[in-house]
């Protein structure tokens, strides 16, 4: 029988065994980040800290003076709610300890993500991890304090402790550092957006008579702030790494993704696309005579993206009126907003974070030195060159310039095969890593 | 509006998550209350999350030009109480919410409430708890997506 009992004795298993895989994980500490052994650490609180205010509010029904029918459907109630706990913040923790350790993630590039949330956020005072996940693509999450899971905290969190922001990347793409600009922009932005507050103070304009039906409006609310939320991203991901953030996106998402086809979360790649060229030429990178052709191609490839119909995976219960009218309210609600949404982040940027076409030609020297085989972390006056510079010129590189970089492989025909081709973008991918490396040792000098 | 630190708790942990810790934590000290006519000691930080968390951002919740993080909140608890009241009008919604935390924060002050407005907020905090509960499918079937609320 399912029972109060019998629920308290499986979830008691569960927490065990969730104990267990943080045990095992803390023997490994040494190969572990900083926030890494810092999640472990709060992983290692949760489970006692679950136990203890279960087991209070478990005697405490118990030692209440009440009708047995009432105290078991409590007991019930309460297990339940433990059980959602576990579900809800210990699967996100796991993940996170199992692609973290240092083997399974380009730690070239954890310096340099963590700048970059501490620009995208500054006072936040976010710890960063990066973990591998089997997943191909990637994702921020904030990861909850055991302490606010379990209410101890109702008021404010002590500022001097430092967040948990889990950032993960496709485990096969380990040293595809070109596609972690995805990360830098993209995934950052999220991290931008939560700060400046972009798509939380939104208004979004909605459809008449819905105000009155919750259960339509959530789906609404849910369909449209995630959206917006996603535009908001990429905006930023273009403003603050300028035509690497195009170039990458795309290349990831055909990998996993129809370019046409949209999700409750994500608007299609094409629409996707579409906003990127345009944000990019708002800034100038169109009347530069090197970048002019490549976006011009993307434009083609996503005109007229936003002006579609909703299309949804089958999976999507979208044959139902409802979805389908959600979804479709959403598309031209976005749409109208965009402009809107790009001048915001424009406004909201602080200067120094802002990529420009003013610098590509350090763009096109490093991109020099990337066909000659040579990094290009260190600038002429030994100083290290950003990270943007490093990723746009690995991608001009390999949309424009591949034919350069044969050669100094000896592979003077980069055509010839698609294994070769496949060498050349990894030993570049590789080269830029080098060069990220370099430029962070430099800047660790500095 | 809200200060740097509510928004950074906000962020920290799901709404629908933190809406169900409380409201069972609340709904557990109601229940012993109704039986035993006392308050359980050390339930008064219980009571009073649970009450902060049901205050919706104004009288007008979802009148027009509002920001999604405003309608997002509102919507999540007057959905949750329209489970209890099984009304479609908003102000209806509204003011059992309102009720639902006067009574909380009385009892949390220690103050006499009369039992049947412990049993409504208790009966309230029921429905908001079940409305924002995990609902996951078997892992042994393909799982087709539903919409997370909240």
């Known amino acids: ?42 992983l290692d609180r949760l489970v006692p800290g679950l136990i203890t205010d279960f087991d209070a509010r478990w005697q405490r029904i118990d030692s209440a003076a009440m009708p047995a029918a009432v105290a078991e459907r409590l007991k019930s109630e309460l297990c339940k709610e433990i059980e959602d706990l576990v579900a809800e913040v210990g699967p996100l923790m796991l993940r996170v300890v199992a692609g973290g350790e240092s083997t399974a993630v380009p730690v070239e590039i954890e310096t340099c993500l963590q700048r970059q949330v501490d620009q995208a956020a500054p006072r936040w005072n976010w710890t960063s991890i990066l973990y591998a996940s089997p997943e191909y693509n990637y994702s921020v999450e904030r990861i909850p304090d055991p302490q606010q899971v379990l209410g101890h905290t109702a008021g404010t969190i002590p500022r001097t402790r430092r967040d948990l922001v889990a950032f993960s990347l496709p485990r096969p793409e380990r040293d595809a550092i070109g596609l ?42 849910d369909w449209g702030e995630s959206w917006i939320s996603e535009v908001v991203a990429d905006i930023f991901a273009c403003l603050t790494m300028g035509p690497v953030a195009l170039l990458a996106l795309p290349e990831l998402m055909m990998k996993a993704a129809e370019l046409n086809l949209d999700s409750e979360t994500h608007p299609s790649p094409a629409r996707r696309i579409e906003l990127m060229v345009r944000v990019l030429r708002h800034r100038g990178y169109g009347r530069l005579p090197t970048l002019k052709p490549i976006l011009d191609s993307y434009a083609d490839l996503s005109r007229m993206a936003w002006t579609r119909a909703i299309e949804l995976p089958d ?24 402009q809107l949404l790009e001048r915001r982040c424009r406004q909201l940027l ?55 970089f044969g050669p100094t492989l000896a592979l003077t025909d980069p055509n010839a095969s698609t294994e070769d081709l496949g060498t050349l ?21 500095v | 509006m809200a200060t740097n630190s509510e928004l950074i708790r906000s962020h920290s942990l799901p709404r629908t998550l933190e809406l169900r810790v409380a409201t069972g934590k ?32 104004s009288d007008q919740p979802l009148r027009s030009g509002r920001s999604i993080g405003a309608y997002k909140r509102d919507v999540t608890l007057l959905a949750a109480a329209k489970r209890a009241k099984a009304s479609d009008q908003m102000k209806e919604l509204a ?36 409305s924002v509960a995990a609902r996951r499918s078997s892992t042994t079937e393909r799982i087709l997506r539903g919409r997370p609320r909240g």
């Open chain 1, 1 to 42: 029988m399912w029972s109060a009992e019998q629920r308290r004795r499986a979830l008691a298993e569960r927490l065990f065994h969730l104990s267990a895989t943080v045990n095992s994980a803390k023997g490994a500490q040494q190969e572990l980040t900083e926030g890494l052994s810092e999640l472990i650490r709060r």
């Open chain 1, 180 to 221: 972690h600009a995805v990360l830098l922009g993209h995934e950052v932005g999220h991290v931008r957006d939560w700060f400046l507050r972009v798509t939380e103070t939104h208004r979004l304009v909605i459809p008449k008579g819905w105000r009155s039906q919750p259960d339509r409006l959530g789906i609404f609310l």
């Open chain 1, 315 to 338: 999976e999507l219960p979208q044959s139902t009126t409802l979805y389908a009218e959600c979804g479709n309210a959403v598309v031209p609600e976005v749409a109208r907003t965009l």
């Open chain 1, 350 to 404: 602080p200067r120094a974070s802002l990529a420009s076409p003013s610098s590509w030609p350090d763009v096109l020297h490093a991109s020099d030195l990337l066909t000659q085989g040579i990094p290009c972390g260190e600038d002429v006056k030994h100083l290290p060159v950003d990270v943007v510079t490093i990723l746009n010129a690995a991608w001009f590189v390999k949309v424009a310039r591949l034919q350069d």
């Open chain 1, 425 to 445: 973008n990894a030993k570049l991918d590789l080269l830029a890593l080098k060069s990220i490396e370099i430029s962070e040792v430099l800047r660790g000098r």
């Open chain 2, 26 to 57: 609340a709904a557990e000290a109601l229940a012993i209350f109704l039986s035993t006519n006392q308050v359980p000691t050390n339930s008064t930080e219980s009571l009073l999350w649970a009450a902060g968390l049901l205050r919706l951002s």
């Open chain 2, 95 to 130: 003011t059992t919410l309102a009720t639902t935390r006067n009574t909380l924060e009385q009892l949390a002050k220690g103050q006499s409430v009369p039992t049947d407005r412990v049993q409504t907020a208790f009966e309230t905090l029921e429905a908001i708890r079940a």
